[in-house]
């Protein structure tokens, strides 16, 4: 079987610049034969996005900040304007106030635990709900998560609560939205340098941690990831869903760092 994404149109939200993990996953999606709507957070992301939309042939950008329904709606709208119906949708968002991705777990505030929620976890799910009523002959929903959702890492804090909901929601859509055709996966990357990445504290420890010690002795690349979300978009992925799918090298097979590495 060959794998491609020829005569499927899908929206990726999340790319802030050609860093972003969605951004990979366009690249690689648009090489496979995919045709790409983007949506974007604000003016200045929507500058930088345009140039990357264009590299691919797209010229469908719609502002979305996804705690804002009216921007939401006009997103869906464009989509059932323009073209009707939707194969996928990869969903690359999350956020957290950086002040407490630093610091203690005990010490996460109200506020910022619901906004961390609603914009890392329940967005999914209401992009789920709108994506679904595009989808009447079937498609795929990706998200990303991270491995931070499981096992604790230091500084990650309100982010891996956020993950392991969003996680869960993914395997409470497969099930909802199996019967409609609809698979929901979520892909999990080792520490990769973005945006957000870089927001949480010790990053550089992390990509270095994670580097020198995975079985495959590098970080995740775009590429490896943007491979992983084809394979899950297209037909050869036919069958999974409500599962997460690692791009992380093997780090999550260890249990302890490698002998070289050990500090005595
Ligand atoms: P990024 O900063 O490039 O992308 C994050 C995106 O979220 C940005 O485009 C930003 O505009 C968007 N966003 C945040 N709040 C929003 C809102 N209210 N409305 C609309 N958009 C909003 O960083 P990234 O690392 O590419 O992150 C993409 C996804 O990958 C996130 O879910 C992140 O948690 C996940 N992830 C990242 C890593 C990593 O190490 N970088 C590892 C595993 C998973």
Same mark, same amino acid.
């Given at each position: 079987m060959?794998?491609?994404?020829?005569?499927?149109r899908?929206?990726i939200?999340?790319?802030?610049?050609?860093?972003?993990?969605?951004?990979?996953?366009?690249?690689?999606m648009?090489?496979?034969?995919?045709?790409?709507?983007?949506?974007?957070?604000?003016?200045?992301?929507?500058?930088?996005?345009?140039?990357?939309?264009?590299?691919?042939?797209?010229?469908?950008?719609?502002?979305?900040d996804?705690?804002?329904?009216?921007?939401?709606?006009?997103?869906?709208?464009?989509?059932?304007q323009k073209?009707?119906?939707?194969?996928?949708?990869?969903?690359?968002?999350?956020f957290?106030?950086?002040?407490?991705?630093?610091?203690?777990?005990?010490?996460?505030?109200?506020?910022?635990?619901q906004?961390?929620?609603?914009?890392?976890?329940?967005?999914?799910?209401?992009?789920?709900?709108?994506?679904?009523?595009?989808?009447? =002959? *079937? $498609?795929?929903?990706?998200?990303?998560t991270? @491995?931070?959702? &499981?096992? #604790?890492?230091?500084?990650?804090?309100?982010?891996g609560?956020?993950?392991?909901?969003?996680?869960?929601?993914?395997?409470?859509?497969?099930?909802?939205?199996?019967?409609?055709?609809?698979?929901?996966?979520?892909?999990s990357?080792?520490?990769?340098?973005?945006?957000?990445?870089?927001a949480?504290?010790?990053?550089?420890?992390?990509?270095?941690?994670?580097?020198?010690?995975?079985?495959?002795?590098?970080?995740?690349?775009?590429?490896?990831?943007?491979?992983?979300?084809?394979?899950l978009?297209?037909?050869?992925?036919?069958f999974?869903?409500?599962?997460?799918?690692?791009? =992380? *090298? $093997?780090?999550?097979?260890?249990?302890?760092? @490698?002998?070289? &590495?050990? #500090?005595?």
């Amino acid at each position: 079987m060959t794998i491609t994404l020829n005569g499927k149109r899908g929206l990726i939200m999340g790319v802030a610049n050609e860093r972003s993990i969605a951004w990979g996953i366009a690249k690689a999606m648009s090489e496979a034969g995919a045709e790409l709507a983007f949506t974007y957070q604000g003016e200045a992301f929507g500058k930088r996005l345009e140039p990357l939309a264009a590299s691919v042939g797209s010229d469908m950008l719609v502002d979305v900040d996804v705690t804002d329904d009216a921007s939401m709606d006009a997103a869906f709208d464009m989509i059932a304007q323009k073209w009707g119906k939707l194969d996928f949708v990869v969903h690359a968002i999350a956020f957290s106030d950086k002040n407490e991705l630093a610091g203690r777990f005990t010490d996460t505030s109200r506020a910022n635990f619901q906004n961390s929620l609603t914009i890392s976890c329940y967005s999914f799910i209401d992009v789920a709900k709108r994506a679904a009523a595009l989808m009447p =002959d *079937g $498609g795929t929903l990706l998200t990303l998560t991270y @491995q931070g959702a &499981n096992r #604790v890492t230091p500084f990650y804090n309100v982010m891996g609560v956020a993950k392991a909901a969003l996680e869960s929601a993914t395997r409470y859509l497969a099930n909802d939205l199996g019967p409609q055709g609809i698979r929901v996966n979520a892909i999990s990357p080792g520490p990769m340098k973005t945006l957000a990445g870089a927001a949480i504290a010790g990053a550089r420890r992390t990509y270095k941690h994670t580097e020198q010690n995975t079985p495959m002795r590098q970080n995740a690349s775009l590429e490896a990831v943007g491979g992983t979300a084809v394979y899950l978009a297209s037909d050869a992925g036919a069958f999974t869903s409500g599962e997460i799918i690692r791009v =992380d *090298g $093997g780090f999550h097979v260890l249990g302890m760092p @490698q002998p070289e &590495n050990l #500090v005595m």
